[in-house]
């Protein structure tokens, strides 16, 4: 069965830096799109970042252009966000998502989650 793992979430300084991981199985990961997607607490779900199954097109959202950067290694069916200059805003519950594009119905799987907080 399709699973996703994230890992990498941690209490971070302002400023700091983290690495998300989102480790896939279950699927052939080099033939979709993967996205990013987060929750702050009491917020409603905030696409972050998507990615295409090649690596070919990387869309970030506004918020953290020139702060995070997406990949992926299709070899390791595995997916990355680093995480740089990290503001208190960026606290939230960040998943991992299989798919990309402006309805959360072109998401079809979703992994627990793992937590970011960034505080002094």
């Known amino acids: 069965q399709v699973q996703l793992l994230e890992s990498g979430g941690d209490l971070a300084q302002p400023g700091g830096s983290l690495r998300l991981s989102c480790a896939a199985s279950?699927?052939?990961?080099?033939?979709?799109?993967m996205s990013w997607v987060r929750q702050a607490p009491g917020k409603e779900l905030e696409w972050v970042s998507g990615?295409?199954?090649?690596?070919?097109?990387?869309y970030y959202v506004d918020s953290v252009k020139g702060r995070f950067t997406i990949s992926r290694d299709n070899a390791k069916n595995t997916l990355y966000l680093q995480m740089n200059s990290l503001k208190p805003e960026d606290t939230a519950l960040y998943y991992c998502?299989?798919?990309?594009?402006?309805?959360?119905?072109?998401?079809?799987?979703w992994g627990q989650g793992t937590q970011v907080t960034v505080s002094a």
């Open positions: 998502a299989r798919g990309y594009g402006s309805r959360w119905s072109l998401y079809d799987y």
């Open positions: 279950g699927f052939t990961f080099s033939n979709y799109a």
């Open positions: 990615i295409y199954a090649d690596g070919s097109a990387i």
